[in-house]
């Protein structure tokens, strides 16, 4: 798409100029180089008469070609090839202005001349191309020579060539500082031997240890290894790559994939979840983009770790407005102090509220207007609410009401509640409000469809999945911390098994759930649960936490098996026998067709639970729960081994 020349900066202008000029020296000079004793001064009257009216010509085709509105610091092939079709366009102008109307109207004979236009050809090349390379030159040793006197550390790649190249241009460009490409190690054969933008490949992944030792025997020591994306496929063993260069001394960090970061290449830690997971889902980005650009996102609980990764999301892909609605104060401003430093466009409002305050989310709904509300705000720690089961009633079920309700008075076009996978036959009060807030969505989803007439009425949707790495209250933070103590770590018991995703990822899908549910229209499930890979053990997840921290499991740092705690079950489930299941047609998300209930009996149900809640009877509560999610059940105690 063109920039509008009315919206030119100076440093546009100054390009197109610099165009013209180059455009005027190679005509002028190729005219010299032709004609220089050859009736030269009786030529160039007409030559400069005609000249203005061609480097205007020119400027509108550098133009149409996006020269003057290219970086020069960043200048690639497209902008090369660009400028050899500028060249040419030009050259072809010349030979139509020679042959068709200065030979036979004007001069009586060729003006200029095939071998003026040849040359022609060749010096715009050279004038419009080499000063940008020169340019570009300049920047690049400039780049380079501020690392080496700022003392950047030496620094080994680790990953495929195409990978270690957005590295190596990220330095280039000075995105990456403080930072020296020395070397890079390659898991693809094809790539040894070979140099990348001037830094060999010295070798394959097992290489490290000699590597590293080769350069400290030189007295350049190697301080620092960046893994790129492709080596943290399972077949390059990051976690062997890691421990090695742990053991070695080296400061480790990874180069998230352009799609994770869709930004420039910024370097970050490798965290443990980094090496859990199986690849994630490839996700459609221009579809979750086509969804939130420009609109206005409601995000409940985003101070929370999923709710602040959803606003992160809703900002990243392009949304006009994001109201942030949290209810710890501490939180809110965290969260809306991050979002505002990430230089988006997005206009941020963060504003303090409970969603069991029916009247205060209704008040913010109302005057915000937004079009899409994901409803983050949750109380979710399973041993927690088996004891103050009342506050897990008010906010799961209560709470979740206001939010729908407050939705459809406002106008939204869909609410989109964050469930879990332990609404699936649930055994623990956080599965039994979760499944009785999706019942409520279910029919409130349901009547929407059946008593309007508008093909656009409101979605109501709930996605499930299982745990988040990294999460607020998950197992990681947690070993992390006991690890750090110098343990030892606890865990429940040696079979519990559970099925863990990232929160990028968790997030993305819930937002592609989003967009098939508004392109369905009520035509399918207003349930849908992420595909969640296979399960992890938990021993072994802290065993390899151990390790990967430079420690022996058993021997430096103790397991210490704790018992099942209330409401826990040894091996969560993703999909139940009353609940089938269909392929959407979306990678990484399933649509599950859970028992529905009549939205009248639901609110004689959330009456009576008001009731039992004031009175502080939770046998009534559990009682009237149950009667809606018949498929609770208490799990049978599991003893500690």
């Not at 995105?175 to 070798?203: E, K, N, T, Y």
């Not at 490290?208 to 400290?216: E, H, K």
Request: with cysteine.
């Amino acid at each position: 798409m063109l920039t509008p020349i009315s919206s030119f900066s100076y440093r546009n202008w100054l390009i197109a100029a610099h165009d013209a000029l180059a455009t005027t020296v190679a005509v002028l000079l190729s005219f010299y180089l032709r004609f220089d004793g050859d009736n030269l001064l009786d030529r160039l009257p007409l030559l400069l008469k005609i000249l203005p009216y061609f480097v205007f010509f020119s400027f509108l085709i550098c133009y149409a070609f996006q020269l003057t509105t290219t970086k020069w610091r960043f200048i690639s092939i497209p902008d090369l090839l660009n400028i050899l079709r500028v060249a040419t366009t030009l050259t072809i102008a010349l030979l139509v202005l020679d042959y068709i109307f200065l030979a036979p109207n004007i001069y009586g004979a060729f003006f200029l001349g095939k071998t003026t236009i040849v040359l022609y050809w060749f010096l715009e090349v050279f004038f419009l191309a080499g000063s940008r390379l020169a340019y570009r030159y300049f920047r690049y040793t400039r780049t380079r020579n501020k690392a080496r006197r700022t003392d950047a550390a030496p620094t080994l790649l680790v990953g495929r060539a195409a990978d270690a190249e957005v590295f190596l241009r990220g330095i280039e460009s000075g995105a990456v500082s403080r930072l020296w490409a020395v070397g890079i190690l390659s898991p693809a054969s094809s790539d040894r031997g070979q140099s990348i933008r001037s830094i060999p490949v010295l070798g394959g992944l097992d290489d490290l240890a000699d590597v590293v030792q080769d350069f400290a025997g030189r007295n350049k020591p190697i301080r620092h290894v960046v893994m790129t994306p492709s080596a943290f496929e399972k077949d390059a063993e990051p976690e062997a790559i890691l421990i090695k260069a742990r053991k070695l001394g080296l400061t480790v960090s990874r180069l998230p994939s352009l799609e994770e970061s869709r930004d420039a290449p910024r370097l970050a830690p490798v965290a443990v979840e980094d090496l859990l997971l199986r690849p994630s889902v490839n996700i459609d980005y221009t579809r979750l983009e086509e969804l939130l650009h420009g609109k206005a996102i409601a995000v409940t609980g985003g101070g929370g770790s999923i709710g602040h990764e959803m606003c992160d999301r809703v900002a990243t892909f392009g949304a006009a407005r994001l109201l942030v609605i949290e209810h710890s104060e501490p939180a809110l401003y965290a969260a809306t102090e991050a979002l505002a430093a990430r230089a988006s466009s997005t206009r941020i409002e963060g504003r303090i509220a409970d969603i069991r305050d029916r009247a205060r989310i209704f008040q913010l709904f109302n005057d915000f207007k937004p079009d899409l509300v994901f409803h983050a705000a949750a109380l979710k720690h399973v041993p927690i609410l088996e004891r103050d089961w009342g506050e897990g009633v008010k906010t799961n079920i209560f709470g979740s009401v206001n939010v729908a309700d407050a939705a459809r008075a406002s106008g939204a076009e869909a609410m989109v509640m964050i469930s879990t996978d332990k609404a699936i036959e649930p055994v623990s009060m956080l599965g039994l409000t979760k499944r009785f807030a999706e019942l409520y969505c279910q029919a409130l989803d349901r009547e929407l469809a059946t008593s309007s007439d508008d093909k656009r009425a409101m979605r109501l949707i709930s996605v499930r999945f299982g745990n988040v790495l990294a999460s607020n209250g998950s197992v990681v933070p947690k070993f992390k911390a006991q690890i750090e103590a110098g343990g030892p770590v606890t865990v429940t018991h040696p079979d519990m098994v559970r099925y863990f995703m990232t929160i990028r990822e968790a997030c993305d899908l819930v937002i592609t759930a989003a967009t098939h549910a508004l392109k369905s229209q009520h035509t399918d499930a207003s349930v849908f649960v992420l595909s969640m890979g296979q399960p992890v053990k938990i021993v072994e997840l802290a065993e390899r936490m151990i390790r990967l921290s430079g420690l022996q499991p058993g021997y430096d740092i103790e397991i210490v098996f704790s018992g099942v705690r209330p409401g826990e079950r040894l091996h969560e489930i993703l999909f139940a026998e009353h609940e089938p299941t269909t392929e959407i047609g979306v990678p990484g998300v399933m649509a599950a067709c859970p028992n529905e209930l009549p939205l009248p009996t639901l609110r004689q149900g959330l009456a009576a639970l008001e009731t039992a809640i004031a009175a502080g009877r939770q046998e009534d509560v559990v009682a009237i729960l149950k009667g809606a999610v018949p498929e609770f059940r208490i799990e049978p105690t599991v003893p500690a081994p």
